[in-house]
């Protein structure tokens, strides 16, 4: 559900050309809109220009309010004909907006007004500016002539006052009144309003094509541009590596799985290491040097492969890995395997032929170093052995892309 805005405005107002400007800014960035509220600032019977402003003609130039808001927001100040009323405007408005297209029509009006410099509140140009828009162009004109909207336009001073808008625009975000803001302050307030937008994973849910005689393996990894798999050293967690939507990401291809296994190596550098309690917890161990007091030891389905012995953890050995997983789905009952690195027992699966699929982030950060791991490390293969996987998808979320490769 969008955020609704509701906004005071006048085509007139240089503060509401700006405010156009501003919810552009604010629909490109979150989940908004706005609803127009026509505030007539100099309506018949009010005088132009409404007071008078006596400047010294000696001094030299400052920029006013306005201008450094128009500054600010990137804007040339450019200037529709003065003094103009925009009755007609408003009621051309109301028309589009019960047409479904108000928010268009709004934006040709401000710029014909600001850009162009055009008579807004004239018919000919309201019919002109309404064309392509609003399919019966007589019934258009009709409403505007008939003032088929009279009440809807709030005339300045004491009507608008009285609607607690001093100011054009005001927008009420949240039910609070933000008149003439930077957009600084009604991103704030918007971000407000909305909360903390919820971070989503990139895919939704998973078709998976595998081996049928092992469980299906895939391996999740996340590297930098020049595709290293560690920010600091190769005994350091890297969680700072990847964005909440890279780790949304890694916490759905673990729900697509019934186990998660990782390397000795990436448990030891991962002290706080956390999974689902739902998930099969495999390390993997040449040396059998393992910590019983690591946390990734304390839950109930925990299975060391290779050597080594913890209390209350199932243990398999490591022959080759097409045994090794079949004894893991016919113990254990394990179906589907992510593997989460690193590097040494990526590339002992891979060299084994033992994984399906492989899921890469790849983030804009660089690291560099010839010793730095990346996904794969182990023995290189021959030129002849080369493979080539299939590129299943890529998708770009802020700087990062989203690989996915099946073999
Ligand atoms: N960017 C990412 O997505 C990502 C993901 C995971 C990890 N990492 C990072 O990668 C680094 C760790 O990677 P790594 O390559 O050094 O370590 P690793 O692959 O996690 O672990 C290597 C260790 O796993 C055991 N092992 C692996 N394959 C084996 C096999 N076929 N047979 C028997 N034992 C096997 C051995 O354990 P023993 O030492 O007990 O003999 C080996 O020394 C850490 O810095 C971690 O933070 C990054």
Known sequence: ???????????????????????????????????????????????????KVHEATDRPPTPTRTQLA???????????????????AHQAAEYAREKGVGQEFNERLYEAYWNQGLRINDLPVLRFLANGLISDLDDFEAAIEEQRYRDRVIVYDEPAYASGVYYVPT?????KAYAEQPYSVLRKAVIEALGEPEVRPVYDGLDFQGAKDRPLVFINMVTTLDGKIITGDRDEPVMDLGSKTDHATLRHLESCADAVMIGAGTMRATPKIRFDER???????????????????????????????VDRVDKVELSDW??????????????????????????????????????????????????????????????????????????????????????
């Open 279 to 309: 998930l099969w917890r495999i390390v993997v161990s040449e040396s059998g040097e393992l910590d019983p007091s690591h946390a990734f030891f304390k839950a109930p389905r925990v299975i060391l492969v290779g050597k080594g012995q």
């Open 322 to 407: 097409s045994s090794t997983l079949v004894e893991l789905r016919e113990r254990f009952g394990i179906q589907r395997i992510v593997c989460e690195g690193g590097s040494e027992l990526n590339a002992s699966l891979l060299k084994a032929g033992c994984v399906d699929e492989v899921f890469i982030t790849q983030t804009s950060k660089l690291k560099l170093g010839k010793d730095s791991p990346t996904i794969a490390g182990g023995q290189p293969f021959s030129r002849e052995e080369v493979e080539s996987w299939t590129l299943v998808s890529s998708r770009q979320v802020g700087d990062e892309v989203f690989l996915r490769y099946r073999r």
């Open 171 to 175: 927008l009420f975000i949240d039910g």
């Open 1 to 51: 559900m969008p955020l609704t805005i509701s906004v005071a405005h006048d085509y007139i107002c240089p503060w509401c050309w700006i405010a156009v400007s501003q919810m552009r800014r604010l629909r490109a960035e979150f989940d908004v809109e706005f609803e127009w509220r026509g505030y007539e600032l100099y309506p018949e019977g009010m005088e132009w220009p409404p007071r």
């Open 70 to 88: 128009f500054a600010v927001e990137g804007l040339e100040p450019a200037k529709g004909p003065p003094g103009m009323r925009t009755f007609r």
